[in-house]
T-cell receptor, first 113, second 116 residues
Framework: AQSVTQLDSQVPVFEEAPVELRCNYS??????LFWYVQYPNQGLQLLLK??????LVKGINGFEAEFNKSQTSFHLRKPSVHISDTAEYFC???????????FGTGTRLTIIP | NAGVMQNPRHLVRRRGQEARLRCSPM?????VYWYRQLPEEGLKFMVY????????ESGMPKERFSAEFPKEGPSILRIQQVVRGDSAAYFC??????????????FGEGSRLTVL
């Protein structure tokens, strides 16, 4: 079975500080990995995705994530956060055979001025 | 706007009434997914449909919930005899046909159901 774990439910960070949001997955087959962002009362927007190739993936709004197969992780990072980054961030995994995107429980990022 | 369209955005129902949520996928997309987001929780998969076919409904509650994606028109998620626990945001997402499916889903803005 496929599962996605986001250990941190809430992460407060000072403005302009770096941030890392953790994501671990488990799957018996190869997976595609995604990070989505949800702003208050809105739908989900794709931040970035890993399908294959380079393990360091760059996304929108200055975010990046690194796929680590040995640690089954796909942590999201940003070197300097902005107030506008305040949102809920969801990690997700997709595998063929399962044919659906499985989400983690989300991490609420709060930026402190 | 060629994005995923959901309506209504907000829906209020009294216990025992029916709720119908609609979703029009992105142009060119033939796969539709429904997810439910409960307060303070992540997104839970409900059902995966293609035109006129339910592919995977493993996340659907056994009673009161049903979904369809007819040959013509939007996909509909129907909840009969709603209860307070059905209050949630329901998100629809779409993806291209299977041969080009990378797993990336395109989400609508969601339909927020409140049951009084």
């Amino acid at each position: 079975a496929q599962s996605v774990t986001q250990l941190d439910s809430q992460v407060p960070v000072f403005e302009e500080a770096p941030v890392e949001l953790r994501c671990n997955y488990s799957s018996s087959v190869s997976v595609y990995l995604f990070w989505y962002v949800q702003y208050p009362n809105q739908g989900l927007q794709l931040l970035l995705k890993y399908l294959s190739g380079s393990t360091l993936v760059k996304g929108i709004n200055g975010f990046e994530a690194e796929f680590n197969k040995s640690q089954t992780s796909f942590h999201l990072r940003k070197p300097s956060v902005h107030i506008s980054d305040t949102a809920e961030y969801f990690c997700a995994a997709f595998s063929f055979g399962n044919e659906k995107l499985t989400f983690g429980t989300g991490t609420r990022l709060t930026i402190i001025p | 706007n060629a994005g995923v369209m959901q309506n209504p955005r907000h829906l209020v129902r009294r216990r025992g009434q029916e709720a119908r949520l609609r979703c029009s996928p992105m142009k060119g997309h033939s796969h539709v997914y429904w997810y439910r987001q409960l307060p303070e929780e992540g997104l839970k998969f409900m059902v995966y449909l293609q035109k006129e076919n339910i592919i995977d409904e493993s996340g659907m509650p056994k009673e009161r919930f049903s979904a369809e994606f007819p040959k013509e028109g939007p996909s509909i998620l129907r909840i009969q005899q709603v209860v307070r626990g059905d209050s949630a945001a329901y998100f629809c997402a779409s993806s291209p046909q299977r041969g080009r499916n990378t797993g990336e889903l395109f989400f609508g803005e969601g339909s927020r159901l409140t049951v009084l």
